[in-house]
């Protein structure tokens, strides 16, 4: 990104311009705002889904998670969720840790954190709807 | 990393004047609300863990779904699982104010206030509204 390539006709501040110093301009605002917009109407989803399921037996459990409009409502919500939740923890992380390596560690853990239940979550829908 | 290393060197971390923090303003209720959104927010990060838990236990097979149901059920469970409600739809109606706000709409004082009034006994109202449809689908008292 440091210099200008000797065919690039476009200046160095018209290629950052608008992009800020993070160089993706405010992507991280605007996932934030798709994220919670749908994440609205699937949460509302995931409660009703929820409600439906307590008190239920497991073998009834298992079925109504792994039938295909359940799941994909699940998948969706945990996807666009933890999309939604990894962006904010960064977002509370860097706004409070400043120290260098703990602020490195933190958004490390994030991550990971993020990626484990995630994976968890969806994996155990997948079973469930493939019956493996 | 080497990076980083120059930029503490080369006076990155030198005082700089700072804009005034939270407690030299007078506390107001958006405020408050806009410090509670993200407590929520962190708080349902970690909540997460309870809803992959959940179905883990249930793709794991009946022992260890009756393991999660009775964890749950316990008071503590019961607690920890009434917040997440709360903080899920307290997150979400705070979420819809900022919707709101994002599209310019609701910034009067009046209008400010409305707006987190309504999410705040909204997210309560709601919440008892959610659990007592749940205990209702659950066969009610038995």
């Known amino acids: 990104m440091i210099g200008q390539r ?8 018209r290629r950052v311009r608008g992009l800020g110093p993070a160089h993706s301009g405010t ?4 996932h934030q ?3 919670s917009a ?7 989803g995931f ?3 929820v409600i439906s399921l307590v008190g239920r037996t497991h073998a009834a459990v298992v079925q109504i ?5 359940v799941a994909v409502i699940m998948l969706l919500f945990i996807v666009t969720m933890l999309y939604h939740m990894w962006m904010g923890m960064q977002e509370i992380v860097l706004d409070y840790v400043h120290e260098d390596k703990l602020k490195i560690l933190a958004l490390l853990g994030n991550t990971c954190f993020v990626f484990a239940v995630g994976f968890a979550a969806a994996f155990a829908i997948l079973k469930l709807s493939f019956g493996v | 990393m080497a990076e980083l290393e120059a930029s503490t060197t080369t006076g990155a971390r030198r005082a700089r004047p700072i804009s005034p923090h939270l407690q030299i303003y007078r506390p107001m209720l958006t405020m408050m609300m806009s410090i509670v959104h993200r407590i929520t927010g ?3 990060y970690f909540g997460m863990a309870l809803v992959a838990w959940w179905l883990l236990a249930a793709a794991s097979g009946p022992n260890a779904y009756a393991t999660f149901e009775w964890a749950v059920g316990s008071i503590i469970g019961q607690i920890i699982l009434f917040g997440f409600t709360w903080a899920l739809l307290h997150h979400m109606l705070g979420g819809i104010r900022h919707l709101v706000w994002d599209l310019l709409y609701g910034f009067e004082p009046a209008e400010r206030e409305t707006l987190v ?3 705040l006994v909204g997210s309560i109202a709601l919440t008892i509204i959610v659990w007592v449809v749940g205990y209702l689908a659950m066969g009610g008292p038995r």
């Open chain 1, 38 to 44: 749908a994440g609205v109407l699937l949460t509302i």
């Open chain 1, 47 to 49: 409660l009703v889904i």
């Open chain 1, 6 to 13: 000797p065919n690039e006709m476009r200046t160095p501040a």
């Open chain 1, 33 to 35: 705002r798709v994220t």
């Open chain 1, 65 to 69: 998670l792994g039938s295909p409009l």
């Open chain 1, 27 to 30: 992507m991280h605002f605007w």
């Open chain 2, 42 to 44: 962190a708080a349902l």
């Open chain 2, 117 to 119: 009034l309504v999410s």
